[in-house]
């Protein structure tokens, strides 16, 4: 038998080996890809080392690529700044963990000194590494040094793209010693076709292939920017290790993070390549439609990698002879796959390496598997032979992969139309017939690339050519003072002043004027604070949020605006506890969406709180409340939501049927808010909510159990019932899976002109609108019959005809979830004048007051003038196959039960918009408009019984009306929060306002 030390030291080596193989054998194979696993492993023993030997620190050098300065971002916060740079990964260990100090300072000489967080995106063991640093700093910037003890150093830094020349932007590796100029025709033709934009890097290019690119830059194809070689002027670290050939393939890695930095908040995707790797969509019709559709259908993750197939390429001699159904029409491929590249939201990245974000995890990263990037590493030459003699690539024919001739067709076109240009035949006769430098480059790369533990080519030998000048990118180059442990260098580059926009509508001014009025009324007489109530309509709790933020909050409020002079300025303590026991107290941002001069106004409150949050208080010194949130929702039913304002009293059914059809049939998802319903409607409305046609949410009143004394009734006291509440509740709910929302009435249906979906319509205006947030559609009253029966509904009847109001009315708005915080009824005053935009090729078609089921007009007053715009009738065969729908779901057994038992006249309807009408359109002292009042006996039953109306009640048409448990917090001061809790649909009320 073995010995007791023996046994031991077995039992030592076995498990050492056990743990040896499974770390480096049996893990990584699991795992979906070896990367992260072995980011986490050098982690490891990162922390293992730092625990028994510490982390000894080396001088070196760094260079900052770009410092970019976001005054607010929807990634990364407000006042926040993002700078590239090539850092040593000797000056420690772990390079993520140096502690770099910044002092930022801004316009008023206010100054904070910050440590931004540092992220790396590097692979190989080059010594230096793309870096990424992050932090928030100060309003209104204007001045940024890094500092180490007494020393400091100025660095430039400039604004970020605050629009992009397309939704898509395709960003391209630097091209150095470039000369093929084929291939960038070829990729700036097809993808200004799909609807993508070139952000294109250079080091250094022929000057007749120069001047090319810069007449498709004139003509919006390509966006040209600057790529340098990086040097240290002077005070560099004794012995410091040379930039350029120390750094992986020329820090692609940076070039790709730069410009996503800088497109980050103004394009919807972006994308990753070299310039020989191109795009051509399958099924779709552009790059966003494809890139939307893979984000919709894959809502976790956050970049998608296409692959690589290298395709048969024939260099022409000549720009005039190019032709794109001869060079893209055949079906010669390399029948495998390389690696591939990147497509983003660049709101959901900070940083980027060559073939990936290493930052990303596994599970958020998808491999496209029914489309790949056409590589056209290696043309055949003009001369007809391979450029390229060794590391051939085998070509089979591979007959399924080829393009369609059509798609070619209109890129040609638009090819022939740019040589039609009298300067562009000027320059392409200069450019160059023969390939020259790229076997030279080729080869080398292939050597000192492929086969280097740093990849790089800094050390091939070119060859210069006096009948072959190139452009090259310089600057002024800059070293900072000696530091310990790092010395930094730049270079200068141009900045942008950024002049204020004239005012184009009044309602921005107005905004401004009131706040100019409250502060210099502040500055005199101090902002005295009010003792009063507020109601907590929703709180929602971002884990992840693509435009708040990480584990942001955010809170929908009825909030007493006399609480003092600018209720944008009251601090709200929140106190966020989470699962660990770690609490952390934050004073969120509040925004208003108000325009009447109501006592209680919409407010909107963001904040940022911890990790795992599990429970959230308002403080007020010692006195606390706990009040309940809920996470948003994790899918949406329809790439677009529509928003319909809260029903009340409801018993148009007819409308709501028409909607729900019309909607669903054009790619749409009715939410619908509801206070108060007649019974046989609602049950309605729930089998259609089964069918996934409607999502049926609760609205409720306000309830104050423990009010402040003597303040005014939230219900009656709030502009048009709190729409604006419901609206933004909305957007919270929907933020972060939609593509777009929009804000309507029930009685508001769009019908899409000339698209055959509501996401392509508003995917067509965002794309030729880059600047703009919301769109507004106007509103087109059109004359409308009821049906007694659901049977006799005949929507091409119905709609199909040419009698409209000859006037329009204000409109509804369209977003994008992801670009609003807050919303208003009919825009979101947070949303400068230019970016809001008014359509003018399509109207929402308003059903406000349909003629009765008997043929009686049932609003015999304030009558509409209808006329026939014979452009304005809607085409048969658009509505055909909405009313094949309905007819089909009529066969329905369970509908046939329901729709039996809804009222055939409207009742209810009449005497709503006569209370409407009476009560605010032609009340010239209703600051306030509400129909809350509709009918109400007397002030005093109002007060003390809010649902003693004299509405008459029927006991033949039963309601079903929001309900829950009303919870009042303790006093405080200045505000008294109250808030419900388990909401349900109860019938014991009757029918309410």
């Known amino acids: 038998m073995l010995d007791l030390k023996k046994m031991v030291k077995w039992v030592f080596v076995i498990t050492v080996s056990t743990i040896y193989f499974l770390t480096f054998f049996i893990v990584p194979t699991i795992l979906e890809d070896g990367d992260q696993y072995l980011i986490m492993y050098d982690s490891f023993k990162n922390d293992l080392a730092d625990t028994f030997f510490g982390d000894p620190v080396t001088n070196t050098d760094a260079y900052i690529v770009n410092t970019y300065y976001y005054p607010k971002s929807k990634s990364l916060g407000e006042n926040a700044l993002a700078m590239v740079l090539l850092m040593n990964r000797n000056t420690m260990r772990d390079i993520t963990k140096y502690k770099m100090h910044l002092m930022a300072t801004n316009g008023s000489g206010h100054s904070v000194e910050i440590a931004p967080k540092i992220v790396v995106e590097s692979y190989s063991s080059c010594a230096y590494v793309n870096v990424v640093a992050t932090t928030n700093s100060l309003p209104n910037l204007s001045k940024l040094e890094i500092t180490t003890g007494e020393t400091r150093m100025q660095i430039p830094f400039r604004h970020a793209r605050k629009t992009a020349p397309a939704p898509v932007v395709i960003c391209l590796s630097p091209q150095f010693i470039s000369e093929q100029w084929q291939i960038f025709v070829a990729h700036a033709h097809i993808s200004r076709h799909f609807g993508g934009h070139l952000h294109l890097y250079i080091t250094s290019i022929l000057d007749q292939y120069f001047d090319l690119i810069k007449e498709y830059e004139k003509q919006g194809y390509v966006t040209i920017d600057y790529w340098m070689r990086m040097k240290f002027e002077r005070n560099s670290t004794l012995n410091s290790t040379e930039p350029n050939s120390n750094v992986e393939w020329r820090n692609q890695a940076g070039a790709h993070t730069d410009c996503l930095l800088q497109y980050k908040e103004a394009a919807s995707f972006v994308t990753f390549f070299d310039l020989d790797d191109i795009l051509i969509p399958r099924g779709f019709n552009t790059y966003f439609d494809e890139f939307s559709s893979f984000f919709f259908l894959n809502p976790e993750i956050i970049t998608l990698q296409y692959p690589k197939r290298e395709m048969m390429l024939y260099n022409k001699p000549n720009m005039s002879d190019m032709n794109f159904q001869e060079i893209f029409g055949h079906s010669w491929f390399v029948n495998r796959e390389d690696a591939g590249k990147i497509v983003a939201r660049p709101s959901s990245l900070n940083s980027m390496w060559i073939h990936r974000s290493f930052n990303v995890p596994d599970k958020k990263l998808h491999l496209v598997k029914n489309n790949f990037l056409l590589h056209m590493q290696k043309p055949f030459d003009t001369d007809g032979q391979d450029s390229v003699p060794f590391g051939m690539s085998n070509y089979e024919l591979v007959d399924n992969l080829k393009l369609n001739i059509s798609i ?323 957007l919270l709910q929907y933020k972060e899976v939609a593509s777009f929302i929009t804000f309507v009435d029930l009685d508001d249906v769009l019908v899409p002109r000339g698209f055959d979906s509501y996401y392509e319509e508003f995917s067509s205006l965002f794309y030729f609108h880059p600047n703009i947030l919301t769109f507004q559609y106007p509103k087109r009253e059109i004359m409308l019959h009821n049906k007694p029966k659901i049977d006799d509904i005949n929507l091409v009847e119905q709609f199909c005809h040419p009698w409209f109001a000859t006037t329009t009315d204000t409109g509804k708005i369209v977003a994008r979830p992801v670009d609003l915080d807050s919303m208003w009824i009919h825009r979101s005053f947070y949303v400068p004048e230019k970016k809001f935009h008014v359509v003018n090729h399509n109207f929402l078609i308003h059903m406000q007051r349909p003629v009765d089921t008997n043929g009686q007009d049932p609003i015999t007053y304030e009558m509409k003038a209808f006329s026939i715009f014979k452009n304005l009738k809607l085409n048969e065969s658009v509505l055909e196959p909405v009313q094949n729908e309905l007819e089909k779901l009529l066969n329905s057994s369970s509908f046939q039960t329901v729709t039996s038992k809804l009222p055939t006249h409207a009742y209810y309807f009449p005497i709503m918009f006569r209370c409407y009408y009476e009560k605010y359109y032609r009340s010239l002292d209703n600051t306030c408009p509400n129909g809350e009042g509709c009918l109400v006996s007397s002030y005093f039953s109002f007060r003390f019984n809010p649902f003693c109306f004299s509405i008459p009640q029927r006991t033949d048409l039963p309601c079903v009306h929001s309900d829950a448990d009303y919870k009042s917090g303790p006093q405080m001061t200045p505000i008294t929060f109250h808030y419900h809790t388990n909401s349900r649909w109860s019938s014991d009320i009757g029918c309410y306002t």
């Open 408 to 730: 070619l067709e209109p890129i040609q076109k638009d090819f022939e139309k740019f040589m039609n240009s009298t300067v562009v035949q000027r320059i392409s006769k200069r450019l160059p017939t023969h390939s020259y430098y790229f076997v030279i480059l080729f080869r080398c790369y292939y050597r000192k690339g492929y086969m280097a533990t740093c990849p790089n080519s800094e050390g091939c030998l070119i060859p210069q050519r006096s009948d072959m000048k190139c452009v090259h990118s310089d600057a002024n180059y800059k070293s900072g003072p000696q530091m310990e442990p790092i010395t930094y260098h730049y270079h200068e580059n141009p900045s942008f002043f950024i002049v204020p926009p004239v005012i184009e509508n009044g309602d921005q001014y107005l905004i401004m004027y009131t706040s100019f009025k409250k502060k210099l009324a502040e500055t005199f007489f101090g902002d005295p604070i009010s003792n009063t109530d507020a109601y907590i309509v929703s709180t929602y709790y971002y884990p992840k949020s693509k435009s708040l933020g990480e584990n942001a909050l955010a809170m929908v409020l009825l909030m007493n605006r006399n609480t003092m002079r600018d209720i944008t300025k009251y601090k709200m303590h929140l106190v966020a506890t989470n699962g660990s026991g770690n609490s952390v107290e934050v004073v969120p941002k509040i925004l208003k969406e108000a325009y009447a001069n109501c006592a209680y106004i919409n407010v909107i409150a963001h904040s940022t709180v911890l990790h795992n949050m599990n429970k959230l208080e308002i403080v007020d010194g010692d006195t606390r409340m706990e009040i309940p949130f809920r996470p948003p929702r994790a899918a949406a039913p329809a790439p677009v939501i529509i928003c319909i304002s809260p029903q009340f009293v409801a018993e148009q059914w007819q409308i709501f049927v028409t909607h729900a059809h019309i909607a669903h049939y054009f790619g749409g998802h009715l939410h619908l808010y509801v206070t108060s319903m007649l019974e046989s409607y609602f049950n309605l409305v729930k089998e259609y909510e089964k069918l996934g046609y409607v999502t049926v949410d609760y609205w409720m009143r306000y309830k104050f159990k423990n009010n402040t004394f003597d303040l005014p009734e939230p219900n009656s006291n709030v502009e048009w019932r709190n729409q604006a509440g419901a609206h933004t509740d909305c």
